[in-house]
């Protein structure tokens, strides 16, 4: 028997504030995407019957998501969700293939932009844009609110969406989500947790003594307008830039190469602009799923890493990674993993505006310096997805007019892609060359 | 204090992993690869954090190789032959 209700995690509230304040401030929502780049042979028909079946078994892709009664933390309204709408699936036809190097059909751009309510249970939209008929190809994105998956969760949806389609699963059958806590360590008290998140926050207000000037600038108000940069490395560049990972940050936190790669493309933008960036201030998702199990798909099972760097340390490559290193290790060691566990679990009874006057607080109304986001190999068990080979795979992840930019790194089928999301006007055709410049030399090594 | 012996290391990393750190059921041994037990980044540097907590010896992460992380045997190995040497 389902639970009428299904509570939202904390790391689900803490990406609900930043929904919630891009409605407020840029007229838009919060939304992913998920893009696959299919080869010929994907049947729309099968896959239009499959979600039907996939959204009567699986509710939360259809649930408001409100406060019980107006109080207490919010939740995924499961008891009610049999009556709401199913994802809307659509298709467009293109006679045009995309280009390497293209990334978004206007239709995913719009889909990015778009407004949506998680109070109506406006989780999930599909789209497939299909070349001369689906013969020269389909590209399908999956346009996901935050609270309905993470990116590791909406890469397990497509690989189980698959498995339904091949008979290995039913749709209402999913993969073991292992024993999710609250917190990494459980049996604390709840005095210990709250130090904790107390920690947490004082952590977070530390960083308040080198402010941020993110490329987007402090909050504003502006109608959201992003759009996105893809650059994918064939397999013998892809092989160059994971050796080089692996000799500048050692094979096992890739991440932090990707990350100071990823800091050193802004630097390049500043320097040439002559602008400031007071110091860069970057959070890292870290997966909480459990090790060993097949893991969740539904809700956000996250905490962050936060790493700052001042500008002068991003000239030296080696400095650079070393200083992440070294960041990395002592948050470990301080438990702030696990203290962001805590301290997002207590805020969800809070009102969601807190978490972004937290967070802007000891940053002069800014966020961060950019988002990102490193995600490893995407779905490496997923070869075809109903029918057709999976030529490509990447995340489009989303990121408020302000900060106003993120880069995200994923792998997949020995390619390396980098999506530069960003908002109208934040940077000039020339500077995001100057981006993709520095990204490839810094990722080839050819600096 | 004496020196753990190589035997003990294996048996104190493969404490560690089975009850702190991995979800993994009966069948686990120090002989179970750790990759499918679903052993990352994260899990390595929490485990050496530990091993340093109970030895004093911290293992430079940039040391490990895939090798040193097969098996819990493998990794206590590793540990041994760094507080051996230091």
């Not at chain 1, 996939?54 to 049999?82: D, K, N, T």
């Not at chain 1, 490329?215 to 064939?234: C, E, I, N, Y």
């Amino acid at each position: 028997m389902r639970p009428p209700r299904i509570p939202l995690t904390g790391a689900d509230c803490f990406l609900r504030a930043f929904d919630a304040e891009i409605a407020r401030w840029n007229g838009a929502s919060h939304v992913s995407q998920l893009v696959l780049r299919l080869g010929p042979g994907f049947d729309v028909a099968i896959f239009r019957k499959l979600m039907d079946a996939v959204a009567r078994a699986q509710p939360m892709l259809r649930a408001r998501v409100a406060r019980a009664w107006g109080i207490g933390a919010p939740v995924y309204q499961i008891g009610s969700a049999e009556s709401r709408p199913a994802p809307r699936f659509a298709v467009h036809d293109v006679e045009q293939a995309p280009r390497e190097g293209d990334v978004l059909a206007a239709v995913f751009q719009r889909r990015l932009n778009e407004k949506r309510s998680l109070r109506r249970g406006e989780m999930l939209r599909i789209d497939a844009v299909r070349y001369a008929a689906g013969a020269a190809g389909t590209d399908l994105a999956l346009s996901w609110m935050h609270p309905l998956f993470d990116g590791a969760g909406s890469e397990r949806f497509v690989s189980w969406l698959d498995e339904c389609h091949r008979g290995v699963r039913r749709p209402d059958e999913l993969p073991d989500p292992g024993e999710l806590g609250p917190s990494a360590a459980p049996l604390r008290t709840l005095r210990e947790r709250g130090d904790a998140a107390r920690r947490w926050q004082r952590w977070l207000a530390g960083f308040g003594a080198h402010p941020v000037h993110s490329p987007g600038g402090a909050r504003r108000r502006v109608p959201q307008a992003l759009s996105a940069d893809l650059l994918t490395l064939d397999p013998a560049r892809t092989e160059r830039a994971v050796a080089n990972a692996g000799r500048r940050s050692g094979f096992l936190t890739p991440m932090l190469f990707y990350l100071a790669v990823a800091i050193r493309a802004h630097h390049a933008v500043y320097r040439a602009r002559g602008a400031d960036p007071g110091s860069y201030l970057v959070p890292l998702p870290v997966n909480l799923r459990p090790r060993g199990t097949e893991g969740a798909i539904f809700r956000t099972h996250v905490s962050l890493i936060w790493f700052q760097v001042l500008p002068e340390r991003a000239d030296d490559f080696d400095a650079l990674v070393a200083d992440l290193k070294g960041q990395r290790l002592a948050a470990i060691k301080a438990r702030h993993i696990e203290n962001g566990v805590d301290a997002m679990h207590f805020s969800r009874l809070l009102p969601s505006r807190w978490y972004a006057r937290m967070a802007r607080r000891y940053q002069r109304g800014e966020l961060c310096s950019f988002f990102f986001a490193y995600t490893g190999e995407f779905a490496p068990d997923l070869e075809r997805f109903c029918g057709a080979e999976v030529r490509n795979a990447f995340h489009v992840a989303p990121v408020p007019p302000s900060p106003g930019s993120c880069l995200a790194f994923s792998q997949r089928g020995g390619r390396l892609n980098a999506t530069h999301v960003h908002q109208a006007g934040v940077f000039s055709e020339s500077e995001r060359a100057l981006m993709r410049d520095t990204l490839r030399a810094d990722l080839l090594d050819e600096g | 204090m004496a020196t753990p012996t190589r035997e003990d290391l294996v048996q104190r990393v493969f404490r560690i992993l089975r009850d702190e750190i991995l979800t993994v059921d009966a069948g686990f041994t120090p002989r179970s690869n750790l990759v499918k037990a679903g052993l990352d980044s994260l899990a390595v540097t929490q485990l050496m954090l530990s091993i340093e907590e109970q030895t004093g010896v911290w293992v430079d992460e940039s040391l490990l190789t895939p090798e040193h992380l097969a098996t819990a045997e493998s990794l206590g190995a590793l540990v041994h032959a760094q507080l051996t040497a230091s």
